[in-house]
């Protein structure tokens, strides 16, 4: 667990008592989190992927939300290759979710 240390209102001070495995566990929760949001602020809720996986919607909106979430996913893909190979807590905390650009026509 992370404890922040104050002095007079101002943080001086930063305690990481977490293994590795746990800083690690806890960046990827946080990308997982990261990559569900994106998807779901793009509008793609689970009966719309349901609805574009099946071809419901005209092509080109099926492949722009098919792209999307394979956009998403290879974000946390990138993210999770970066989390496992980091040697300190800190390393796996810097790693960021960079949220792919939403095509048009979602």
């Known amino acids: 667990m992370k404890t922040e240390v104050y002095s007079n209102g101002v943080l001086v001070d930063t305690i990481d008592n977490r293994t590795l495995d ?3 566990k806890y960046s990827l929760d946080l990308i997982r989190v990261a990559t569900s949001k994106a998807i779901m602020d793009a509008g793609i809720d689970e009966k719309t992927q349901l609805n574009a996986a099946s071809g419901v919607y005209e092509a080109e909106r099926c492949e722009a939300i098919k792209s999307y979430i394979v956009a998403c996913r290879n974000e946390y893909l990138r993210c999770k290759t970066l ?5 300190t807590n800190d390393e796996a905390d810097s790693v960021q979710f960079i949220q792919p650009q939403v095509p048009e026509g979602i």
């Not at 989390?83 to 040697?87: A, G, K, P, R, V």
Request: hydrophobic fraction near 40%; avoid cysteine.
């Open 83 to 87: 989390i496992l190979s980091t040697q």
């Open 22 to 24: 746990e800083a690690k």
